[in-house]
């Protein structure tokens, strides 16, 4: 159950206090997930002790606890114009730039420091064995697939960029997946549609699924075998994929580190051929 749908539940087993606390959030939820226990209890007229145990009361350990759990919930529910309004509230203007870079080296941090190792290593090793490897992201998240096809292309023969503007578009080009594939699927709040009923159809064919994404909870990280988890942000109306593309960094360089002298020759038959033919500047 949600934290919302908590909140309703024990709506009537409230203290007056608590109740007007549990109504401003219900109705403000966006703006409530970014107050402190002081500025939400006084917005509504209580003390922030009584904030606190309404805290309590829903089972967090403590506000922050509660806090978290909010902005988690609504973090893909956020309109454009929702987080424009909101970061004009959080970002002080004379040190915005500061302030988004800390922010995203911090998501770096805490994506390493959450990293399930396990899963990291089998997914790696799901990819060095597919027949075919489909990388399937939308919107915001293309980048990150177009960045991961790149690198990818560099090491196998048999990367899919699924690219595509319409749900129909995107199974036709997953039409011949076999169990001996498999699916990336990329998506972060607001998740897509698209790629959640993409990652469902290669289940459906037995291909294996690794979803890179921000949550346990996310609708991809529940359709995958392996769920490789970074954090993001909202930064206004912009997605921070910072952490992620960290993440997918980590992982193409790990396949070269599995493949050994096998990703030597590759790249040394490239060097030959962007020499041979100027693909890059040569230095002076």
Known sequence: MGTLSTIKS??????????????????????????????????????????????????????????????EEIRSKLTALQRIELANTRIPKDSLATNVLLSDAEKIKSTAELLDKTAFDAATDALLRADKIYILAVRSSAPLASFMSFYLRLLFDNVVLVQTTSGSEMFEQLLHMTPKDVAVGISFPRYSTRVIHAMDYA??????????????????????????????????????????????????????????????????????????????????
């Open 10 to 71: 024990k709506l009537p087993s409230l203290s007056k206090g608590q109740k007007q606390i549990a109504s401003f959030i219900l109705t403000h939820s966006e703006k409530a997930a970014y107050m402190t226990a002081h500025d939400l209890g006084t917005n509504v007229g209580v003390s922030e002790s009584t904030v606190v145990r309404f805290a309590n009361e829903l089972g967090f350990e403590g506000y922050p606890e509660l806090q978290h759990a909010l902005r």
């Open 203 to 284: 289940r459906s064919c037995g291909a294996s699924t690794v979803a890179i994404t921000d949550s346990s909870d996310s609708p991809i990280a529940k359709l995958s075998d392996y769920a490789l988890l970074a954090r993001s942000d909202m930064v206004s109306f912009v997605d921070s994929l910072v952490a992620p593309l960290s993440l997918i960094n980590a992982l193409v360089v790990a396949l070269g580190n599995k493949m050994g002298p096998e990703a030597e020759e590759k790249f040394k038959k490239l060097e030959d051929i962007w020499d041979e033919y100027n693909v890059y500047a040569k230095n002076s």
